[in-house]
Each structure stands twice: as structure tokens, then as C-alpha cells.
């Protein structure tokens, strides 16, 4: 049998069409890429990685349906809302990260990460760049992980229209970057529904060597 977790030819192509679509301004290692079947698999993956049953996922509303089956079902994780409005676009501010936060801790569910969409499905809005460097300072205060699932990172008009996480930690020179994980699938991208491939991609070892073993029972 060859890995499951995907070939190395084909984890460097993956690589490298990850890169392309987000214009070359961020680099992104093979060996750091858990091929799975499709992006469900892969949030399901990290959150059975990442969480407890009980725990929980702050997650920016409006979030995507499927989240409610894809991070809860078969994890016995939660999802806590990170409630977000109109008047700012929808931009995830540090104030409802609190909140979220403290209401988890109110309800005494200890809180693994947060999960936001980049591009964001529903609404296609992307994530502002200083949006993002609030968020990683959030996780790194609360000293939890951050899961950006971009599976429409390719799906914009212009590729400055969309900054990925990757970009920021490379530009900033994050020293916490083990607490960041991708989710991105080509089904979206290229227009291909239904074709199951995703991937993991992790700046954390331990969480890589993990879904590596886990991937068989995707």
C-alpha cells in the first residue's frame, strides 16, 4: 500500500499549487501536507487532533452548516459562536473573541481553538489582514490553536483580495507557529465537486506525525 497520507509527489504538488494561488507570497513544505479525503475530513481530523469530547471550537457566525456535522458528530466537541454583524463586514473583532471566550468559560467547556473561513463561506468575505495578526495574538494569549480552513483561496478576483495565515506568519516571523494549522481541498478551487481531496497542513510536528497516523480511517 502506498501512505495514505498521501504521495510525496504528490504532497510537492500540492505544495506548489498552494503557493501559486496565493501568488508566491507564502511557502508551504511538503512534508507538512496530510493529503485526506476532502476538507470535511480534514476539519473532522484536526478536531479529533486538537479537542476533547466536551470541549471547544470558537467559530465566527455566520459559519458554514455543514460545521454543525462536520466538527460535532462524530468528535463530541462543541461549537461556541464567535458572534460577528454587518457593520463591520462581518470582521471577527477582539472584543466577540472575549466574549466567546468567557462564555465557554462560563459554561465551564474549555476551549481548544478557533476555527474562522478564509475566504469566508457563507458570506465571501475575506479576513483583513490585521484581523488575522488579532487573532493570532488572541491564540497565543489564550494559549490555544487556530484551524483556517481556505479552501476558496483561489476563488477570488484577485489574489491580494485574500491574505492566508501562512502569509502573516512568514511576514511577522511568528514565533508561536505551532498553534496554526490550514485546511484547503481542491474541489472548490478547480471547480470539482465531489472530488475528495484535502489537506492538512501543519506548523506543528506532533499534530502532523498524528493525522499521518490517523489517516488511514479517513
Known amino acids: 500500500f502506498q501512505d495514505y497520507h498521501g504521495l510525496l509527489s504528490f504532497r510537492t504538488a500540492m505544495a506548489g499549487f498552494m503557493e501559486e494561488i496565493r501568488g508566491g507570497r507564502a511557502k508551504f513544505d511538503?512534508?507538512?501536507v496530510v493529503l485526506t479525503a476532502g476538507a470535511t475530513a480534514a476539519n473532522e481530523l484536526l478536531?479529533?487532533?486538537?479537542?476533547?469530547?466536551?470541549?471547544?471550537?470558537?467559530?465566527p457566525t455566520p459559519y458554514y452548516p455543514g460545521?454543525?456535522?462536520?466538527?460535532?458528530?462524530?468528535?463530541?466537541?462543541?461549537?461556541?459562536?464567535?458572534?460577528?454583524?454587518?457593520?463591520?463586514?462581518f470582521q471577527i473583532t477582539p472584543k466577540a473573541l472575549e466574549e466567546a471566550y468567557n462564555t465557554a468559560m462560563a459554561m465551564k467547556i474549555k476551549v481548544?481553538?478557533?476555527?474562522?473561513?478564509?475566504?469566508?463561506?457563507?458570506l465571501g468575505?475575506?479576513?483583513?489582514?490585521?484581523?488575522?495578526?488579532?487573532?493570532?495574538?488572541?491564540?497565543?494569549?489564550?494559549?490555544?490553536h487556530l484551524v483556517s480552513d481556505e479552501i476558496y483561496s483561489g476563488s477570488v478576483f484577485s489574489s491580494a483580495e485574500f491574505t492566508s495565515v501562512a502569509e502573516v506568519l512568514e511576514s511577522r516571523g511568528y514565533k508561536n507557529a505551532?498553534?496554526?494549522?490550514?485546511?484547503?481541498?481542491?474541489?472548490?478551487?478547480?471547480?470539482?465537486?465531489?472530488?475528495?481531496?484535502?489537506?492538512?497542513?501543519?506548523?506543528?510536528?506532533?499534530?502532523?506525525?498524528?493525522?499521518?497516523?490517523?489517516?488511514?480511517?479517513?
Open 47 to 59: 478536531t479529533f487532533i486538537l479537542a476533547n469530547p466536551g470541549d471547544a471550537l470558537l467559530v
Open 112 to 122: 481548544r481553538g478557533v476555527l474562522i473561513t478564509n475566504p469566508s463561506n457563507p
Open 67 to 89: 460545521f454543525d456535522r462536520d466538527l460535532r458528530w462524530r468528535t463530541g466537541v462543541k461549537i461556541v459562536p464567535i458572534h460577528c454583524d454587518s457593520s463591520n463586514n
Open 178 to 218: 505551532e498553534r496554526v494549522h490550514i485546511v484547503y481541498s481542491l474541489s472548490k478551487d478547480l471547480g470539482l465537486p465531489g472530488f475528495r481531496i484535502g489537506t492538512i497542513y501543519s506548523y506543528n510536528d506532533k499534530v502532523v506525525t498524528t493525522a499521518r497516523r490517523m489517516s488511514s480511517f479517513r
Open 30 to 32: 511538503p512534508n507538512r
Open 125 to 144: 468575505a475575506t479576513i483583513q489582514r490585521s484581523t488575522i495578526e488579532e487573532i493570532l495574538d488572541f491564540v497565543t494569549r489564550k494559549n490555544i
